[in-house]
C-alpha cells in the first residue's frame, strides 16, 4: 500500500468514526491525518542497531566475541522464524481481499455489502502494517548479518555453540560473582556462586574436551 493509499484509508475511516468519537475529538483526529501518517511511517520497529549492541549484546552477559556472535545467530534465527510465519499470514490475509473483492461483484444486500467493504478496509491496512513489519524484519536479519560478521574474528568455532560457552559463560558469572554483595538474597548467591563453581570445576577438569575426543575418535 503506497503512502497515499494510506492516507486515503484513514480519511476513509476518521468518517467512521463519527459515531465512536465526539465531535471535538473527531475534529483533532482528521486535523491529524497527515502527521499519523507520517507517524505511523516512521515509527520504531524492533530494534535498532544502538539498542542491539548495548542491550541485547551487552559486556556482561556477552562477553567475549563468540558469545556475542552466538547471540546474533539466535536473534537472525528467530526473525528469520517471525519473517516465515508473517509470510503466510500475508499470503492469506490476500487471499481474504481477492474473496471479499470478489464476493463485492455478486453481493446485492446492502447490509452484507457494508460488512464486505468493512472487511477489505481492515485487510487493506493489514497489509501495509504487514509490509512494513516484513521491511522491518528484513532489516533487523541484515543488522545481525552485519554484527556476525563484524564479531567473527577467526578466534573461535562458528559451527559449534558448544564450543565457546565454558569460557563465555565463566567471564559472565564470574563478574556476577564479584557484584554480588552482603545484600545480595542467598538465592542469587546460591545459583551464581553455585554455577561459578561447576563451571570452573568443568574446566579444570577437562571433561568437555574428553567428551568431544570421544565423539570424534
Known amino acids: 500500500m503506497s503512502k497515499e493509499n494510506l492516507t486515503e484509508l484513514i480519511e476513509k ?11 471535538e475529538d473527531l475534529k483533532a483526529f482528521q486535523s491529524m491525518t497527515s502527521e499519523l501518517k507520517d507517524t505511523w511511517i516512521k515509527k520504531q520497529m524492533f530494534r535498532t542497531e544502538t539498542e542491539a549492541r548495548f542491550s541485547v549484546l551487552q559486556d556482561n552477559r ?13 536473534e537472525q534465527a528467530s526473525y528469520l522464524d517471525n519473517l516465515m510465519a508473517l509470510s503466510f ?6 487471499a481474504k481481499i481477492n474473496k471479499v473483492e470478489d ?29 512494513k ?11 545481525w548479518s552485519k554484527l556476525k560478521s563484524e564479531y567473527d574474528d577467526g578466534t573461535f568455532n562458528t559451527q559449534d555453540v558448544n564450543e565457546h560457552q565454558l569460557e563465555s559463560y565463566g567471564r559472565q558469572y564470574a563478574d556476577k ?35 568431544q575426543k570421544k565423539l570424534h575418535e
Not at 89 to 94: L, V
Not at 179 to 201: C, I, M, P, W, Y
Request: charged share 30%; hydrophobic share 30%; proline share 1%.
Open 13 to 23: 475511516e476518521s468518517e467512521s468514526l463519527n459515531s465512536l468519537l465526539d465531535t
Open 62 to 74: 556477552c562477553p567475549t566475541n563468540a558469545s556475542k556472535y552466538w547471540q546474533c545467530v539466535r
Open 89 to 94: 499470514d500475508y499470503r492469506r490475509n490476500q
Open 103 to 131: 464476493q463485492l461483484q455478486t453481493e446485492t444486500n446492502k447490509h452484507e455489502l457494508a460488512i464486505l467493504e468493512i472487511e477489505l478496509d481492515e485487510c487493506k491496512y493489514q497489509k501495509a502494517s504487514m509490509e
Open 133 to 143: 513489519t516484513a521491511y522491518h524484519r528484513v532489516r533487523e536479519l541484515k543488522m
Open 177 to 211: 560473582a564479584q557484584h554480588l554483595t552482603e545484600h545480595s538474597s542467598d538465592a542469587d548467591k546460591f545459583n551464581v556462586l553455585g554455577q561459578l563453581k561447576s563451571l570452573q570445576r568443568i574446566k579444570k577438569s577437562g571433561e568437555l574436551d574428553n567428551k
